[in-house]
């Protein structure tokens, strides 16, 4: 049995990232189901939160199986479910809402109860994701909700999207062109905005000293969760190097080659 070393097994409650933490792609990383099956045996609370609002939690579940950690759709919490949750607890009966997304904010909102429209006239809110289905026709409808008063809320930031083929559009890219056009900024929900922190430490019912936000990327993960109170592990696995990490303001409280640096030997 596989058990977290001090002082990391003193946290109370953990969010984690998942691309470039527990996986590259479809290829789990090292100590990646140890991990989470330490945390299970020990009954410690933790979550998933990625701002990638493109999958379901279903998706992911079925995903992370394949990799042999096994969570039930409660563990995953997207900038997508976070953005559902956030309309929901602020307007109270929004009427129809338009997305420029694809089908992971578009399952979150509907699951949140909400009524999607295509049509700018019968939005009050306008929400915007990761859209590898983006049309003018969809935009130009987001753009004159958004001119016509509908309040414009953004799942995620993120500027671009590692594929295969290399770097392409992220939300942040669809966000950037609804913005030349709108001459508005929406508020984004996800990392490294306070909105998907607050959520997650209720749902995890955890206070935020006692948390700590498990991730790969300084920008979002680190600089989000040092924001929102919680202590910070940067996993070199992904996006930043030993360099980066270290230079970094906030510095991460811990930078760890890998996952295995997490376990007692
Ligand atoms: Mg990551």
Redesign the pocket.
Known sequence: MTRLAPPFDAFQGWLI?????LYHGTRPLPGASSFIRALQEAQTPFLFLTNNATRTPAEYVQRLAQMDIHVGEEAIFTSALATARYVQQTYPAPGPVLVVGGNGIRVALQDAGFALTDRADQARIVVSAMDVDATYARCAEATLAIRGGAAWLQTNPDRTFPSERGIVPGAGAIQAFLEAATERTPLIIGKPQPGIFQQALELLGTPPEATVML???LET?ILGAHGAGLKTICVLT??ATRDQAQAYHPRPDWILDDLNGLFRK
């Open positions: 990232d998942m691309d470039g933490v991730g790969d990327r993960d992904g996006i």
